[in-house]
Structures are given as C-alpha cells and as structure tokens.
C-alpha cells in the first residue's frame, strides 16, 4: 500500500462502494482479482517488427495530379 499524502495513512486498493459484502465474499474477490495475470504493457508492441511487415513490400498507390510521375518513381 502506498501511503495518502493528505491524513499519512495507507490508501486502501480495493474499496467497497455499495452493499455490506460479508468477509467471505471479499476473499472471494480478492482471489479472483489478484489470480488474473498481469497485462504487460509492451503486450500491444510485441508482434512482428516493422522491417519484416510485408506491407512495406507493396508500392504506394498513384494519385492523378501534378508531380504524379515523379512520386510514382519515388521510394515511399
């Protein structure tokens, strides 16, 4: 627990906002809560690098208009 900087007591993890859970019931909670593995906050990076993605392989798609012809020759 981290201490609140306001009263210098511990700032509690868990609150209940509603209802008069019984002490079986919060155990319960607590064991469903704390058995849930942790999300890894490089869980969205992970994947394929980009140098190896093979979209990178596919050309940009031509637009008609003025300078097309020279984007069209150039790398993207």
Known sequence: M???GVSG???PVLAVTR?????????ALVVVLTSRPAVAATASVAGRPSWSA????????VHPGPGAWRASA???
């Open 2 to 4: 981290t201490t609140d």
């Open 9 to 11: 007591g511990p700032v």
């Open 19 to 27: 209802g008069v859970p019984t002490p079986d019931e919060l155990a």
């Open 54 to 61: 093979r979209s990178r392989m596919l050309r940009a798609p």
């Open 74 to 76: 150039l790398p993207a």
